[in-house]
């Protein structure tokens, strides 16, 4: 290996750029679909304090959203959806 040179390649993480709520690695709505998997992963043994953090996601992001765009702000379905509807388990009839 000598006089090889290593390159460290280190993945951006998926996390929210505020306060326009897109994701910082990738550009999509966050939560994106990476954002969510690490969050499952990491909130894996409690599913309520998840709803929780992200309940508070979705408070500040509602804000701060509707302070951008106060004319035409967010939906609030589409945003429940998308902060806290995905997270919920669905359990089959």
Do not use: K
């Amino acid at each position: 290996m000598a006089g090889q040179r290593r390159t460290l390649v280190t993945a951006r993480p998926h996390t929210p750029l505020r306060p326009l709520w897109l994701c910082r690695a990738c550009a999509a709505p966050w939560p994106c679909g990476s954002a969510r998997v690490g969050l499952l992963r990491e909130y894996a043994h409690d599913r309520v304090a998840l709803l929780i953090y992200l309940g508070g996601l979705l408070h500040d992001a509602a804000g701060q959203l509707h302070t951008l765009n106060p004319h035409d702000g967010p939906d609030p379905t589409q945003l429940f959806d998308r902060f806290l509807g995905w997270a919920f388990i669905r359990r089959s009839t």
